[in-house]
């Protein structure tokens, strides 16, 4: 190694690491040494799949195959399991020099970063569960309570009060009419503020779905590049709509990066996205010729927090989640039809009106 890089090589605080074509480590840093507690003659005699955890070798393989066909490795995360039988998460940018045979890589330690995400994920599906639990309650209670109310009121109706003779009598049953029909009122009110509530109608904005894209085009741009993706535009039919800026942007970006992600192999992302009005119904189709789903398998699970249809360790289970979550917090619905190999197509059919009386 050169001496002037050897400094660099054997201080940094991340793992670093040469290896070659024939699955074997050739160099090994100290921080790569110190971390999975194998000395670097352990390390170079053994197959680099045999330190990977199990689960994690299939994938990893596939990569390493993008590898030796002379394309760069970058953001791919694995597990390796250390001397001690401890797991670590590895965050991983891998260069091959293919006239060398040999692959140049740094790894970062993002165990405890893995940690946190994974404690995120389950406090936002237990706050996710809560919050649900509790709007349908709300609803439930207000819209329950509003019946017996309007009994009470249907019978006040019935009473002949030219039978009453009593004037104290005639007075509580005014008074009775007048708190049902003020509580009435109120479950009414209390019913509407929980819809405008919960569509976020005050939030609305004309939102150009151009502009959308180019921010989100804008914030991921090497991301794009890098996948090469392919994009086919059409907004002709529905230029912009009244919506939430900040939910459209997260759908945009959460439906585009699992395009990328979920792209098949060796294959370009190819997306498309259509915005169009008809019979006063606003729509936009997304559709994409990635990897697709098993509608028959997953179809009723796609939408659902944690769930994960790919072996991609990137892979959250919150994306498809957060749109579901978008759209139908606004008061809208969005349907997929995918196959496996063949991609999926997303469509969304906007709120045109306030909810409807329960």
């Known amino acids: 190694m050169n001496l002037q890089l050897a400094p660099f090589f054997d201080l940094s605080m991340d793992c ?3 290896a070659g074509y024939d699955g074997y480590f050739k160099k090994i840093n100290p921080a790569f040494v110190s971390l999975l507690g194998y000395s670097e003659e352990e390390l170079r005699s053994r197959l680099i799949s045999e330190f990977i955890y199990e689960e994690d070798r299939e994938l990893t393989a596939k990569y390493r195959q993008n590898l030796e066909n002379n394309r760069p490795l970058v953001n791919f995360e694995n597990r390796y399991v250390c001397k001690s039988g401890e797991l670590v998460w590895l965050h991983w940018t891998s260069i091959p020099l293919e006239n060398e045979r040999l692959i140049y890589a740094i790894a970062k330690d993002i165990t405890h970063k893995k940690g946190l995400e994974n404690e995120r ?3 936002m599906s237990r706050l996710s569960r809560v919050n649900e639990k509790l709007k349908q309650l709300n609803y439930a209670t207000s819209h329950d309570l509003r019946s017996p109310v309007n009994n009470l009121i249907s019978m006040l109706d019935l009473i002949d009060l030219n039978k009453i003779d009593d004037n104290d009598t005639l007075e509580v049953l005014r008074f009775i009419r007048i708190s049902a029909e003020g509580l009435n009122t109120s479950l009414n009110a ?7 509530n919960d569509v976020q109608h005050e939030n609305f904005e004309e939102v150009s779905f151009n502009e959308i894209f180019e921010k989100t085009k804008n914030s991921i741009k090497s991301l794009i590049q890098k996948a090469k993706v392919e994009f086919h535009l059409d ?6 709509m009244q919506y939430s800026a900040a939910y459209m942007e997260s759908i945009f970006l959460n439906l585009i990066t699992n395009s990328i992600k979920y792209a ?9 996205i259509t915005a169009s009005e008809r019979n006063s119904e606003k729509t936009l189709v997304y559709s994409d010729n ?8 997953v179809g009723h699970l796609i939408f659902n927090l944690n769930q994960k249809f790919h072996d991609n360790e990137d892979s959250k289970g919150v994306g498809l ?3 579901h979550s978008h759209i139908t917090g606004l008061g809208g619905r969005i349907s997929v039809d995918s196959q496996v190999n063949e991609g999926s197509t997303f469509t969304i059919n906007f709120r045109n009106t306030l909810l409807s009386e329960f």
């Open 16 to 18: 670093l690491c040469i």
């Open 121 to 123: 994920i389950s406090q």
């Open 190 to 196: 209390y019913v509407d503020a929980l819809k405008r």
């Open 235 to 240: 907004f002709s039919g529905l230029e912009s």
């Open 264 to 272: 098949r192999p060796g294959v370009a992302p190819v997306i498309s």
């Open 290 to 297: 990635g990897l697709g789903f098993d509608m028959d398998k």
């Open 321 to 323: 989640y957060l749109v």
